[in-house]
């Protein structure tokens, strides 16, 4: 059976709403289809079946999902299920029908291999369900005019292709950790498709091997220069950091930065290194404090935490001036090295991406196409450009591990989650209706992934970290949120979210960057990075946001409680007009779901979180009419963060904290000395704006 068999003629519809956002303009208008397909009836969709097209016969036929059953005739209801009644003892057969093929009662005839055609070298034995749409349905249409879409009729390219690959054996997942049916209510501009470069195996393979050069040449130069490692996750923090002011083209590597200085990577190694090369009179200030810190150590055996903290702090400001003196200039030449050495490799990256894409006859001069000014549900992120031939990516499973390999590079992905990027790219990928390039697209995707949180142990799952499945949960039941603004598809609770990395995440229902990110309305959920000056950006772009709209928008943001000395995200966010409430969930109290979870083995899916978490509501005035934090609703989002029974890791990966003024963020983290549950602040704010 040719892979293009899979394909449903349904695509996504672009859902319009009224300015104001009233019903007034009636219900969301629905593009028409070139060939309409009759909709089953729930039970049938809810068994695994899908009504999908045959090029070759051109006519419908019925595929069940879980158990790879081809029918020509509807599949009737009560027949029964090969995997639990492979004898069908259990169904009862129409009278006077007869039974053709061994399982398949009722008429229907099962279709045979000489009906089919072979399948693409890359394409992937997968059926794309024809669900229903609903008016909350947030899609966008396939369009003949779409860019990079392939047309229904046979090619050269088809008929010649290889020998197909054995399909993978039906998999049901025994625990999923997302909800991929709550439909969106963000509403947002329609916008543009983006001029991002479409992914392609060996421009990501080349990406990775320069990424991983430039993390060489940093440890290097620390130990050069300073005689230091580089401190743990500072290489992480670094690309999130200058990604927040980055105007270069590539997504990953920056190349277009003001300040070319990290203050992030220039912090960070400036907490590490030792004091040397100085004058005699800083060495003297540097060696008295020291020693007189040693003495009051060895003397005071009765000292509180507090008191070492303040003792810590003193010693910090009085040689910390004399420290910076001398190793400024170093470490500024470490980040300003390392920065150009960044621009050079984007520069080479992109004339290799455009070098491939004019070998396949796709230019970077394409006419945008006109937009409306309109209000829409919020769909995945378009490329404008279309998508080049991909090549070959060799699948194969391991038990529970799903292993994709391309010209020796393998990444794996746990089968649940390979399952996951299946739905999601079969609800949001418009321009791949036969899953030629779904396996080239899932290799690109984890291996940026891969790729951006490194190579050491547990290193960058921090980054990535998710809450957990029942806090989701109450935060779409009890406040309406149906969207993320920082997740990844590896990750993501919702079908709709932001992530970082548009070219290869759109395809997998990513919006974009959160930051060109401009919703109008909507209920929101956000966990960033713990990176200072993301989380800091982050509250500016809320605050716009909810300053210009007067339709309901709601933002609740999840953010580590640092009081020592606090994060300007967290001060501005406390003093803002916009906050509604803020609570406040114990350390080690609560947990979060690891950033490695599409790897992990399931008892490390969970981690205790060595510090409280602020839980701030962000909400325009219509945004608090409609989803207001009440006493009852706060309680129901504690309830729901109470761990269980389960035993979880302690502490977390390291990769949470970053280093700041203050030091090592370690050292900041403030661990609630109280037992028991999650401790709320003093009662419910409800700020005017």
């Not at 796709?362 to 919020?378: K, M, S, W």
């Not at 609560?590 to 490390?604: A, L, T, V």
């Amino acid at each position: 059976m040719t892979s293009e068999n899979h394909g449903t003629l349904k695509g996504d519809a672009a859902l319009v709403m009224s300015p104001s956002g009233s019903s007034s303009q009636g219900q969301p208008h629905l593009p028409s289809t070139s060939k309409p397909i009759q909709e089953l009836p729930d039970e049938l969709i809810q068994a695994g079946w899908s009504k999908c097209w045959s090029k070759r016969e051109n006519r419908p036929y019925y595929f069940n999902r879980f158990t790879n059953q081809s029918l020509w005739e509807m599949p009737v209801l009560g027949q029964h299920d090969v995997i639990s009644d492979p004898l069908g003892l259990n169904a009862a057969p129409a009278s006077g029908d007869v039974v053709s093929d061994t399982g398949l009662g009722n008429g229907q005839r099962k279709r045979r291999l000489s009906e089919e055609t072979p399948q693409g070298p890359n394409s992937f034995k997968r059926p794309k369900v024809d669900t229903p749409v609903t008016p909350t349905t947030p899609t966008i249409p396939i369009s003949p005019s779409t860019p990079g879409t392939k047309p229904w009729s046979s090619s050269t390219e088809d008929k010649h292709a290889p020998p197909p690959l054995p399909a993978p054996a039906p998999y049901r997942p025994t625990v999923v950790y997302w909800d991929l049916d709550v439909q969106t209510n963000a509403v947002i501009r329609e916008r543009a498709p983006a001029d991002y470069l479409p992914p392609h195996p060996e421009i990501e393979l080349q990406r990775a091997q320069l990424t991983t050069k430039l993390r060489q040449h940093y440890h290097e130069l620390c130990n050069q220069r300073e005689g230091i490692e580089p401190p743990r996750e500072s290489f992480n923090r670094w690309l999130l950091e200058r990604k927040v002011v980055d105007k270069g083209c590539d997504p990953l590597l920056p190349s277009d930065c003001d300040p070319v200085i990290s203050p992030s990577m220039f912090r960070e190694v400036m907490n590490d290194i030792p004091i040397r090369n100085a004058t005699p009179e800083s060495r003297k200030v540097v060696k008295w404090n020291v020693e007189d810190t040693m003495n009051w150590l060895r003397k005071d055996h009765s000292a509180s935490k507090e008191d070492y903290m303040d003792r810590l702090e003193h010693l910090r400001k009085q040689c910390g001036p004399h420290v910076a003196a001398v190793a400024k200039d170093s470490i500024e030449g470490i980040c300003t090295k390392i920065y150009h050495i960044s621009a050079e490799y984007v520069r080479r990256i992109r004339q290799a991406h455009l070098n491939l894409l004019k070998d396949c006859n796709i230019t970077d001069g394409a006419e945008a196409p006109e937009v409306q000014d309109r209000l829409v549900y919020c769909y995945p992120i378009r490329l404008a450009l279309p998508s080049p031939p991909q090549p070959r990516v060799e699948l194969h499973f391991e038990n529970e591990i799903a292993c994709l390999r391309y010209k020796g590079e393998m990444v794996k992905v746990n089968r649940n989650y390979f399952s996951k990027l299946e739905l999601l790219y079969r609800y949001s990928c418009i321009d791949d209706p036969r899953f030629e390039k779904f396996l080239s697209r899932v290799w690109c995707l984890i291996k940026r992934y891969q790729v951006m949180f490194g190579s050491g142990v547990n290193e960058g799952t921090g980054l990535q970290g998710a809450l957990p499945v029942p806090v989701f949960e109450a935060l779409h039941k009890q406040f309406g949120v149906s969207f993320e603004c920082f997740a990844s598809p590896l990750n993501c609770y919702f079908k709709q979210f932001c992530s970082a990395f548009p070219d290869t995440d759109g395809f997998f229902g990513s919006r974009g960057p959160f930051l060109s990110f401009s919703p109008v309305s909507g209920s929101f959920e956000a966990n960033p990075p713990f990176c200072e000056e993301l989380m800091d950006a982050m509250v500016t772009h809320f605050e716009e946001l909810l300053e210009r709209s007067s339709e309901p928008l709601s933002f609740i943001i999840f953010v580590p409680e640092w009081r020592d000395p606090p994060t300007p995200a967290l001060i501005r966010m406390e003093s803002s007009p916009f906050r509604r409430h803020q609570l406040t969930v114990s350390a080690f109290e609560h947990e979060y779901r690891s950033g490695s979870q599409h790897i992990c083995k399931r008892e490390d899916m969970y981690y205790k979180a060595v510090h409280s978490t602020a839980v701030i509501f962000l909400q325009n005035a219509a945004g608090f009419a409609k989803w207001e934090p009440t006493p009852e609703r706060v309680q129901e989002l504690l309830g729901a963060y109470r761990i269980s029974g389960r035993s979880l890791a302690s502490p977390g990966p390291s990769s949470t904290g970053t280093g700041g003024a203050g030091g090592d963020r370690d050292s900041r983290m403030r661990q609630d000395q109280g037992g028991g549950s999650p401790m709320e602040k003093s009662g419910l704010d409800t700020l005017s704006v």
